[in-house]
């Protein structure tokens, strides 16, 4: 059984480390900002506290679940332009966003926070492109 604290603790940390992904996103003006992964943040730590409560023996079934929908939500954030493609760096932010709710959820702090870290460095690397490319033009 997970206490009350412990379920508090995990809920904010999962808000805040949705908040940091997504105001990653929103300051580059990307279509999922920071609202968006909050909520899949907390909500993919929600499903996997409640998982872990109330199925203990089958929790892992219940993160398989998260990881399925939230491609379906990824999936909608990726646009074809003629002969470009969209989006998929927040798919896959969102997507990653769902795994650290899980891991939060799970308790699993120390994941929680290198993802979190990795997740920012490898977005902040769009800064760059952007710069190399406009050298190259």
């Known amino acids: 059984m997970i206490g009350e604290y412990e379920v508090v603790v995990r809920s904010l940390l999962a ?3 949705g908040a940091l992904i997504g105001l990653e996103r929103e300051k580059t003006r990307h279509s999922a900002g920071i609202r968006t992964h909050m909520l899949v943040c ?3 730590a929600l499903i996997t506290l409640t998982s872990i409560e109330m199925f203990p023996e089958d929790s892992a079934r219940i993160a398989a ?3 399925t929908g939230i491609g379906f939500l ?3 954030t990726i646009f ?3 002969s ?3 989006g998929l760096t927040t798919a896959a932010s969102i997507w990653a966003v769902a795994g650290m709710g899980i891991a939060l959820g799970a308790g699993a702090y120390f994941i929680a926070l ?3 870290a990795a997740l920012l460095v490898t977005l902040e690397f769009g ?3 952007r710069i190399f490319i406009k050298r190259r033009k």
């Open 15 to 17: 808000l805040v480390a």
């Open 42 to 44: 907390v909500g993919s």
């Open 65 to 67: 679940g998260i990881v």
């Open 74 to 76: 990824g999936a909608g």
């Open 80 to 82: 074809r332009d003629k």
């Open 84 to 86: 470009n493609v969209k």
């Open 114 to 116: 290198v993802s979190a």
């Open 127 to 129: 800064r760059l492109e």
